[in-house]
T-cell receptor
Framework: SAVISQKPSRDICQRGTSLTIQCQVDSQVTMMFWYRQQPGQSLTLIATANQGSEATYESGFVIDKFPISRPNLTFSTLTVSNMSPEDSSIYLC?????????????FGQGTRLTVV | KNEVEQSPQNLTAQEGEFITINCSYSVGISALHWLQQHPGGGIVSLFMLSSGKKKHGRLIATINIQEKHSSLHITASHPRDSAVYICAVRWRGNTDKLIFGTGTRLQVFP
């Protein structure tokens, strides 16, 4: 199974600043995703990270707030920009191994972000 | 109404008890995942099912495609099983993405 290393594992940030979260996969994955999990809530998909091109954002999420890079098949970053306390959440990256209905999903360890 | 619903939302048990967590979904799916999330936030994939039943150690997962229902069972529960268990489905209409349930928080006491 693939291993996804995500860092930082947690951070406390001042409002108005930005934080970049990194995910490194130990082997190639076909697709990578970024999720947000607000306190007590389920995972919400922010965007699909596309290799070498702009990410595909879900409704309610925009590139200016959550810029994403994926320069190759094994690495991606998510930046949370101009943070406010409402951005306090767990952020998770995920990768698919394989395509289609039986693709196996792998997850990073999560980044617990607190904005003060 | 959520497309993926889990029950119960919270569950407490004594060590050794048999645990069942349920997941119902309303969309056509190609696969269902059971995930375990520990307090730090990281998620581990426990099972991926498209039919029938799978077993791994003390964990058993079943799915009934016709009834749109899956269950996760933990036999001889242990305090280290304490975590949030999340059901996620791969929707037949877009197999790239997962749709997540809200999770079941399990606490097992010694």
């Amino acid at each position: 199974s693939a291993v996804i290393s995500q860092k930082p594992s947690r951070d406390i940030c001042q409002r108005g600043t930005s934080l970049t979260i990194q995910c490194q996969v130990d082997s190639q994955v076909t697709m990578m995703f970024w999720y947000r999990q607000q306190p007590g809530q389920s995972l919400t998909l922010i965007a699909t990270a596309n290799q070498g091109s702009e990410a595909t954002y879900e409704s309610g999420f925009v590139i200016d707030k959550f810029p994403i890079s994926r320069p190759n098949l094994t690495f991606s970053t998510l930046t949370v920009s101009n943070m406010s306390p409402e951005d306090s959440s767990i952020y998770l990256c995920s990768g698919n191994r394989g395509n289609g209905p039986l693709a196996v999903a792998f997850f990073g360890q999560g980044t617990r972000l607190t904005v003060v | 109404k959520n497309e993926v619903e889990q029950s119960p939302q919270n569950l407490t048990a004594q060590e050794g008890e048999f645990i069942t967590i349920n997941c119902s979904y309303s969309v056509g799916i190609s696969a269902l995942h059971w995930l375990q999330q520990h307090p730090g936030g990281g998620i581990v994939s426990l099972f991926m099912l498209s039919s029938g039943k799978k077993k791994h150690g003390r964990l058993i997962a079943t799915i009934n495609i016709q009834e749109k229902h899956s269950s996760l069972h933990i036999t001889a529960s242990h305090p280290r099983d304490s975590a949030v268990y999340i059901c996620a489905v791969r929707w037949r209409g877009n197999t790239d993405k997962l749709i997540f349930g809200t999770g079941t928080r399990l606490q097992v006491f010694p």
